[in-house]
């Protein structure tokens, strides 16, 4: 039997940050993780850059994000917020940079580096980290949590943090354990919420095709312009964005590019025909129906029923100087217009703004109630000696930051009052 202070259990972003806070404040701590090295999440998080907070100054706003628990959350980031988490890192000799809606990453653009900061901070706290230890019980006595049994061994402690994150990317290690153990302990824990949700845009032309099925198309997702993944299947137009069991399905891939950075999609409704096939083919089009409208044609070139959406939107491209008119006649438009139409139809444009509902990238919304949690503090009102940290309460939040910013907050709140 070994006896702590302090027990931790879960060596990811909040783990690691309750572990050193409360070393730091010279507990003797015990960090407990099942995998072979800590923090093998937040190594991944961001595409690797790691979205490490966002830099919304206003406290109000901020917290808006987190919908219903917003109420909860004041007291932890009056203690510690997104300022805190700035000061932390950088003094740290990791500097933060700000880019697009405010998300904040190490300016190297390493998450590594998060982790080596994180690393040293319960290093310097001489926590003792014990890897590839397996949880199999908390054990209670007297009201209280008296100790817990991994690999056959038994661990004491005064006080214990639950830090083991929720069921996103179980490959880190994230199977939802801590859920299970709460749920044994008698709290009332929510069950995420599925990954599969459709995907919010930015463009117009999408919403004004509301029920329209876009079938066969391919459709490529791009990081900060670069590609990063490429989908063929049939997508449902939405008023909001894009549905269908295709997006469905790539929901979680897309939720975690967001949180890497800006994405956007091209839609290719051509995806059998390369730019030169399309062309001729829409060029025999022209041939057969010189004296039509563009309008009157578009169906034969286009899927039928985005007229009255992507007609306006070709309008308003430039060609040379001027957009192509819906009312233009087949035998006046030049080989440029041609060409952009074809361009157009091989890559239309969407800006992906979100996931309807949650974001899956780093947790769904399920977790421990927070009505069952002093927020002031993050111990459980069942448990005096029992702290619940990061994605195993139950609290919405979309991508940019927010996620990690829960995991710094809550965790050094546990680690200060543990």
């Given at each position: 039997m070994q006896d702590f202070d302090i027990i931790v259990i879960g060596g990811g972003a909040a783990g690691m940050m309750a572990a050193?806070?409360?070393?730091?404040?010279?507990?003797?701590?015990?960090?407990?993780?099942?995998?072979?090295?800590l923090g093998e999440k937040l190594k991944i998080t961001g595409g690797g850059r790691c979205n490490i907070t966002n830099a919304e100054e206003d406290e109000q706003v901020l917290l808006s994000h987190y919908g219903s628990a917003k109420s909860f959350l004041h007291s932890p980031f009056s203690q510690f917020g997104v300022k805190d988490t700035f000061s932390f890192f950088e003094s740290r000799g990791l500097p933060l940079v700000v880019q697009a809606r405010k998300r904040a990453f190490p300016k190297t653009e390493?998450?590594?580096?998060?982790?080596?900061?994180?690393?040293?901070?319960?290093?310097?706290?001489?926590v003792e980290v014990r890897t590839g230890m397996n949880?199999?019980?908390?054990?209670?006595?007297?009201?209280?949590?008296?100790?817990v049994i991994a690999n056959g061994e038994k661990f004491t402690a005064t006080s214990f943090i639950l830090a083991t994150g929720g069921k996103s990317h179980p490959e880190?290690?994230?199977?939802?354990?801590?859920?299970?153990?709460?749920?044994?302990l008698g709290h009332a824990v929510k069950e995420p919420t599925p990954t599969m949700v459709p995907l919010a845009v930015q463009e117009e032309w999408v919403k004004k095709l509301a029920g329209v099925s876009l079938s066969a198309v391919r459709i490529n997702f791009l990081l900060e312009g670069k590609k990063k993944m490429a989908l063929k299947g049939n997508i449902l137009c939405t008023h909001f964005g894009l549905?269908?069991?295709?997006?469905?399905?790539?929901?979680?891939?897309?939720?975690?590019?967001?949180?890497?950075?800006?994405?956007?999609?091209?839609?290719?409704?051509?995806?059998?025909?390369?730019?030169?096939?399309?062309?001729?083919?829409?060029?025999?089009?022209?041939?057969?129906?010189?004296?039509?409208?563009?309008?009157?044609?578009?169906?034969?070139?286009?899927?039928?029923?985005t007229g009255h959406a992507l007609l306006p939107f070709l309008e308003g491209l430039p060609a040379g100087k001027a957009g192509i008119s819906p009312a233009?006649?087949?035998?006046?438009?030049?080989?440029?217009?041609?060409?952009?139409?074809?361009?157009l139809l091989k890559a239309l444009p969407v800006t992906i703004t979100g996931l309807m509902g949650y974001d899956r990238a780093v947790v769904a919304d399920g977790g421990l109630s927070l009505e069952e949690v002093d927020t002031r503090t993050m111990r459980s009102k069942r448990y005096a000696n029992l702290y619940v940290t990061g994605d195993l309460l139950h609290i919405s939040r979309p991508s940019g930051?927010?996620?990690?910013?829960?995991?710094?907050?809550?965790?050094?709140?546990?680690?200060?009052?543990?």
């Open positions: 050193g806070r409360a070393a730091e404040r010279g507990r003797r701590v015990l960090l407990l993780e099942k995998n072979k090295n390493r998450a590594i580096d998060v982790f080596k900061v994180l690393q040293k901070y319960i290093q310097q706290g001489r949880v199999e019980r908390i054990n209670v006595l007297d009201g209280n949590i008296s100790h880190t290690g994230s199977t939802g354990d801590g859920f299970s153990w709460l749920t044994l549905s269908g069991p295709l997006i469905l399905n790539a929901a979680g891939d897309v939720a975690d590019l967001l949180h890497a950075g800006a994405v956007t999609a091209q839609i290719d409704v051509h995806p059998r025909e390369d730019v030169g096939a399309l062309d001729k083919r829409i060029t025999a089009v022209f041939d057969m129906h010189k004296n039509k409208t563009l309008k009157n044609v578009w169906n034969e070139i286009a899927p039928v029923g233009i006649k087949v035998h006046s438009i030049t080989k440029e217009q041609r060409r952009q139409i074809v361009d930051g927010y996620s990690l910013q829960l995991c710094w907050t809550t965790g050094y709140v546990a680690g200060s009052n543990v």
